[in-house]
């Protein structure tokens, strides 16, 4: 597992690399790949391409047997042994943690998200972009990692191992009626989900609209949010990282119906029931949202 991590975290960074170079050449080559249920275009780059290449292909050469998901796909062949070897044993990684874990590549599903936030990406709105790679065992999220290729920042967390330095556990804090909740959502959300929010936790409640769902979840773990709100259907290459980076930290992330996300499946890619992730109090948010949840999914 200690190499998955290493590779992970190189894998990662090269995509941002790719992502980095065509937005800065402009030679994005925007398409529509699909529309969503909500009505909103699905848009597809180069940049989500090449970083596609990078991390799919690396990964295939360093661990052939792993069952690998990525938000991309395409049929042309590649000859693997183009492909430049991943460093499986990441200086960071070997100072950070010290132990290993030998687990079945059978019980492995490698989730590979090669650009997020890509309709921010084609605005050129580099601050939500990152590439995220995620390592789930037996269906829970276990490694994540969010590379940033604008910031050139990597943030890695291993599952009771260890996390990157720039990562940090968040001190208890106590809830308060005179401190609104500052909620953190998809910038696509209406005004409607808003007013609800402001239903649920108050009118002074601070409504963040954002893109990524890899800068929404660093948003919570950094304590810039309390929670991250999502209220229609999401792929889950678009949570994995982010939530098994929570987890080390001792945060939460689950669906607007509190139970936990399995990321075992291929055959099923995407969560319908919304979710809710924060690293203090999630029930407290959970038990006002779960009241007002067939008003968010409208």
């Given at each position: 597992?200690?190499?998955?991590?290493?590779?992970?975290?190189?894998?990662?960074?090269?995509?941002g690399k790719?992502?980095?170079?065509?937005?800065?050449?402009?030679?994005?080559?925007?398409?529509?790949?699909?529309?969503?249920?909500?009505?909103?275009?699905?848009?597809?780059?180069?940049?989500d391409?090449?970083?596609h290449?990078?991390?799919?292909y690396?990964?295939?050469?360093?661990?052939?047997?792993?069952?690998?998901?990525s938000?991309e796909?395409?049929?042309?062949?590649?000859?693997l042994?183009?492909?430049?070897?991943?460093?499986?044993?990441?200086?960071?990684v070997?100072?950070?943690?010290?132990?290993?874990?030998l687990?079945p590549?059978?019980?492995?599903?490698?989730?590979?998200?090669?650009?997020?936030?890509?309709?921010?990406?084609?605005?050129?709105?580099?601050?939500y972009?990152t590439?995220?790679?995620?390592?789930?065992?037996?269906?829970?999220?276990?490694?994540?990692v969010?590379?940033?290729?604008?910031?050139?920042?990597?943030?890695?967390?291993?599952?009771?191992?260890?996390?990157?330095?720039?990562?940090?556990?968040?001190?208890k804090?106590?809830?308060?009626?005179d401190?609104?909740?500052?909620?953190?959502?998809?910038?696509?959300?209406?005004?409607?989900?808003v007013?609800?929010?402001?239903q649920?936790?108050?009118?002074?409640?601070?409504?963040?609209?954002?893109?990524g769902?890899?800068?929404?979840?660093?948003?919570?773990?950094?304590?810039?949010?309390?929670?991250?709100?999502?209220t229609?259907?999401?792929?889950k290459?678009?949570i994995?990282?982010?939530?098994?980076?929570?987890?080390?930290?001792?945060?939460?992330?689950?669906?607007?119906?509190?139970?936990?996300?399995?990321y075992?499946?291929?055959?099923?890619?995407?969560n319908e029931?919304?979710?809710?992730?924060?690293?203090?109090?999630?029930?407290?948010y959970?038990?006002?949202?779960?009241?007002?949840?067939?008003?968010?999914g409208?």
């Amino acid at each position: 597992m200690k190499e998955l991590l290493s590779v992970s975290i190189e894998l990662a960074r090269r995509g941002g690399k790719r992502v980095r170079e065509v937005r800065e050449e402009n030679t994005l080559g925007v398409k529509v790949k699909s529309i969503t249920k909500e009505g909103a275009e699905e848009l597809k780059t180069r940049g989500d391409m090449e970083s596609h290449r990078e991390i799919l292909y690396g990964m295939a050469k360093a661990f052939p047997e792993i069952k690998v998901i990525s938000e991309e796909h395409e049929t042309k062949p590649v000859d693997l042994h183009n492909v430049p070897d991943a460093n499986k044993h990441e200086e960071v990684v070997n100072t950070k943690i010290k132990t290993d874990q030998l687990i079945p590549v059978s019980q492995i599903v490698v989730w590979i998200d090669p650009l997020d936030a890509t309709k921010e990406y084609t605005e050129d709105l580099r601050q939500y972009v990152t590439t995220m790679v995620c390592v789930a065992v037996n269906g829970d999220p276990t490694i994540g990692v969010i590379h940033n290729p604008f910031d050139n920042e990597t943030y890695w967390a291993w599952v009771s191992y260890g996390h990157s330095s720039n990562l940090k556990q968040q001190e208890k804090t106590q809830l308060s009626k005179d401190k609104p909740a500052q909620i953190i959502v998809s910038r696509s959300h209406g005004g409607t989900v808003v007013e609800i929010l402001k239903q649920a936790f108050g009118e002074n409640t601070i409504v963040i609209p954002a893109g990524g769902a890899g800068y929404k979840t660093l948003n919570v773990v950094k304590g810039l949010s309390n929670a991250y709100v999502h209220t229609t259907a999401i792929k889950k290459w678009d949570i994995c990282a982010g939530n098994a980076i929570l987890n080390a930290l001792n945060g939460k992330m689950t669906t607007l119906d509190g139970n936990y996300i399995d990321y075992s499946s291929k055959d099923n890619v995407q969560n319908e029931k919304g979710l809710l992730a924060t690293m203090q109090y999630h029930y407290h948010y959970l038990e006002r949202l779960v009241l007002l949840t067939g008003q968010l999914g409208k």
